[in-house]
């Protein structure tokens, strides 16, 4: 079992930053796929971003360039830096994982956080 938990979140105006947090549990953080997904009201969760255990690492194509996801595997933490926020990046945002999984697909991932609110103003 996995208990992940977000933070960061909060509201900004456009062309602001937030730097996202995940704290998980167990201690083979290691080997799990972890993400970050994201759901605006209305809409299907999405994936953000990606990084696997390997470190290789995958962006939605509406982020990249001004969204960094980083693991800090002493810390069980990862981290999403977003930059250049605007205000279609309002959303829920959720830390995801799986120890097998290798895709960004949202239905792949076994464990999930509560969320935490991002808003951008325009």
């Known amino acids: 079992q996995v208990q992940l938990r977000e933070s960061g979140g909060g509201l900004v105006q456009a062309g602001g930053s937030l730097r996202l947090s995940c704290a998980a549990s167990?201690?083979?953080?290691?080997?799990?796929?972890m993400g970050w997904f994201r759901q605006a009201p209305g809409k299907e969760r999405e994936f953000v971003a990606v990084i696997r255990t390997g470190r290789m690492i995958y962006y939605a194509d509406s982020v990249k360039g001004r969204f960094t996801i980083s693991r800090d595997n002493a810390k069980n933490t990862i981290h999403l830096q977003m930059n250049s926020l605007k205000p279609e990046d309002t959303a829920v945002y959720y830390c995801a994982a799986d120890r097998y999984t290798t895709t960004t697909v949202t239905s792949a991932y076994s464990y999930w956080g509560q969320g935490t609110q991002v808003t951008v103003s325009s």
């Open positions: 167990g201690r083979t953080f290691s080997s799990y796929t």
